[in-house]
């Protein structure tokens, strides 16, 4: 396979999901791949299938949390990013994530009730934090 050849790894990934349909690495790899080309559904289900296979892959608590926001979905987004926010390898960039999104919706006490819980100088950086949190 070559680099960058997108279609090849699909196949690819999809050969060894054939194989082994409980291999939760190749589910998660695909997963990433649709998210990486914009095909965000299908990143969710195969993202979802990971973690069905094996609910403490690394990073795919957090991946699916993106992916669902990227489909529109920021109900799931923010139940999955909750999730993430207490698992310590997806902890900070869950938190962050949390806070989006609860900006991105307007509430105000949600954004600051996790950035207060992040103890994340990055956070308290953003001015639109500042003045929640002072």
Known sequence: MA???TAGAERELGEIRALDPAFAPAAYALGVLYGNTGRWAEAV???RDCLDRDPTYPGALY???LAALENGASDEAS???EAAAYDPGTRTEA???LVAIHLRRGDHAGA?????QANDPALGADPRLRTLLD
């Open 79 to 81: 139940h999955v990013l």
């Open 63 to 65: 991946d699916l949390a």
């Open 95 to 97: 938190v962050r994530g």
């Open 112 to 116: 600051a009730r996790w950035a207060r």
């Open 45 to 47: 289900r195969s993202l």
């Open 3 to 5: 680099t960058g050849d």
